[in-house]
Nanobody, 119 residues
Framework: QAQLVESGGGLVQAGDSLRLSCAAS????????MGWFRQAPGKEREFVAA?????GSTYYADYVKGRFTISRDNAVYLQMNSLKPEDTAVYYC???????????????WGQGTQVTVSS
């Protein structure tokens, strides 16, 4: 069993930065590949970024590439720069045994943290 807890969300203006953190306990700490997803009101949950178990490989959705950076040490982070209003969503971290952008492969999820970007 693994527990994931996100933090770092908030209300910012367009162009600002935020850093999300995901604290993992139990078996998730260095056992799983990790990903960030987001879900805006009325929309499906979508992939944002993923990082391999050892931190050596990262993947990004096209709409965040060049603006967001995923990293990990004992926790998993999502550095978000040049934020846009369309980045507004609840952001979730998740753990998977497979390094993938496929939502269905992630077996453990956090409760989410709200990010709101005003124009």
């Amino acid at each position: 069993q693994a527990q994931l807890v996100e933090s770092g969300g908030g209300l910012v203006q367009a162009g600002d930065s935020l850093r999300l953190s995901c604290a993992a306990s139990g078996r998730a700490s260095n056992t799983y590949h990790m990903g960030w997803f987001r879900q805006a009101p009325g929309k499906e949950r979508e992939f944002v970024a993923a990082i391999s178990r050892d931190g050596g490989s990262t993947y990004y959705a096209d709409y965040v590439k060049g603006r967001f950076t995923i990293s990990r040490d004992n926790a998993v982070y999502l550095q978000m720069n040049s934020l846009k209003p369309e980045d507004t969503a609840v952001y979730y971290c998740a753990a998977s045994r497979v390094l993938t952008e496929n939502y269905y492969a992630y077996v453990y999820w956090g409760q989410g943290t709200q990010v709101t970007v005003s124009s």
